[in-house]
């Protein structure tokens, strides 16, 4: 069991088993009283090694909804996933309110073929009352259309339109994806 907070940044609660790998994480957090038990407590497949992941550098937000309105300014993360019992998210911007900067690389495992996988970005409002829904916007990428673009191994900057949980448009983030082959390449050879 490992649960840790570091400045302010709390790392996912995760527990091994034999079978199962259990992911408690912060987007399901008690904070959230939205959320059921049963949906902050998520029983997920084992994990497992993969071929390629996903580097995804989080820049940065704007024109974002404050969806705390009444109590105050936005404090936004991003929470960022292929597979959905894989989240990882980046710190809270304490001070950006509706145009938040992160400037946070993360690693997304890639589980699934590449022409299959989707990467999913939610900004969320970290302290949200109990009359604000926590969501504030949503973006997706296709990542068969940015190995297309760019190949394995490139990192492209893309702007990406957020959703409201409406579907209504609201907001644009800037990322810069890569995706990277994790086999072992050996050295170059040395020519004399």
Not at 118 to 138: C, N, Q, R
Not at 146 to 166: M, N, Q, Y
């Amino acid at each position: 069991i490992s649960n840790a907070s570091r400045g302010g940044r709390t790392i996912d609660l995760i527990i091994n088993t034999q079978k199962f790998t259990w992911v408690i994480h912060p987007h399901f957090g008690t904070a959230n009283k939205q959320y059921s038990r049963k949906q902050r407590n998520l029983k997920f497949a084992p994990l497992m090694a993969s071929r390629y992941e996903v580097e995804v550098k989080v820049k940065s937000a704007r024109d974002l909804k404050n969806v705390n309105w009444r109590h105050g300014p936005v404090k936004a993360y991003a929470v960022v996933w292929v597979d959905p019992a894989r989240k990882v998210s980046t710190r809270v911007d304490e001070e950006g309110d509706t145009c938040p900067r992160w400037d946070e690389t993360l690693v997304v495992p890639l589980d699934r073929p590449i022409e299959d996988a989707v990467l999913y970005i939610d900004i969320v409002h970290a302290y949200p009352e109990e009359d604000t829904k926590p969501l504030i916007g949503s973006a997706k990428l296709p990542l068969r259309e940015l190995v297309d673009d760019v190949g394995i191994g490139e990192p492209a900057t893309r702007e990406l339109k957020l959703k409201r949980p409406s579907g209504r448009p609201q907001g644009k983030l800037e990322v810069q994806v890569c995706v990277r082959d994790t086999r072992y390449r050996g050295p170059d050879p040395y020519y004399a």
